[in-house]
């Protein structure tokens, strides 16, 4: 593992799109990204988030094998320009153990 998080580079492995957890979703990303995609809020929210356990908000839906329901089969992110806050701070200010471990740019072959 890299020991500085600057050094990070994303080798687009799409790694960290498919470990299972959650990828929480903030009040205005979830008008954001519902406009990037050309849907009302309650379209989007029907069609690609679920409701946190306890109501405590709602998380990008995953598919059957649990990748994010975002991540191409090309390892890009459908909603790139609009992602969640999570995505686009992991690794320096969000992370996971989980994440870390599976991470090609922090685990960059010998
Ligand atoms: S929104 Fe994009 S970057 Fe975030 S987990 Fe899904 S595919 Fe990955």
Known sequence: MI??????????CGACCRVPGYVELLPDE???IANFLGLDIYEFTSKYAILLSGR??????????????????DNTCEINPVKP????????????PE????????????
């Open 3 to 12: 020991e500085k998080p600057h050094d990070f580079q994303c080798r687009r």
């Open 30 to 32: 979830v008008e954001r």
């Open 56 to 73: 405590r908000g709602l998380s990008l839906a995953s598919r059957s094998d649990d990748r994010c329901i975002f991540l191409r089969d």
């Open 85 to 96: 806050r999570q995505c686009r701070e992991f690794p320096s200010q969000w992370t996971e």
């Open 99 to 110: 994440l870390l471990k599976v991470c090609a740019g922090l685990n960059p072959s010998p």
